[in-house]
Nanobody
Framework: QVQLVESGGDLVQPGGSLRLSCAAS????????MTWYRQAPGKERELVAN??????NYADSVKGRFTISRDNAKNTVYLQMNSLKPEDTAVYYC??????????????WGQGTQVTVSS
């Protein structure tokens, strides 16, 4: 059974930091691209960062502030968020896409974790 479980969301003041985690199970984690998305109230879901095949990509809005990393031994992907702004407030989701070695790709989503940036 595939599971993606996000954690680490919280209420934090502007300028603060949080680290989100997404623990995966039920598939070969190292063979999947892992992506963080977020969705703010009334807005569409947007890509924040992804990691896979040795590369990392970030949305322009988070470059220099957020860092995605993964520990394939622990089947976990992280999102370190620094210098948080109120506009970073959203539900953050992780998604797994793969396996990268196959022409048939599967997609799995977590349930999301709430990040609120407010004073």
């Amino acid at each position: 059974q595939v599971q993606l479980v996000e954690s680490g969301g919280d209420l934090v003041q502007p300028g603060g930091s949080l680290r989100l985690s997404c623990a995966a199970s039920g598939f070969t984690f190292s063979m999947y691209v892992m992506t963080w998305y977020r969705q703010a109230p009334g807005k569409e879901r947007e890509l924040v960062a992804n990691s896979g095949g040795g590369s990392k990509n970030y949305a322009d809005s988070v470059k220099g502030r957020f860092t995605i990393s993964r520990d394939n031994a622990k089947n976990t992907v992280y999102l370190q968020m620094n210098s948080l702004k109120p506009e970073d407030t959203a539900v953050y989701y992780c998604k797994a896409t793969g396996p990268v070695t196959s022409t048939t790709r599967y997609e799995y989503w977590g349930q999301g974790t709430q990040v609120t940036v407010s004073s």
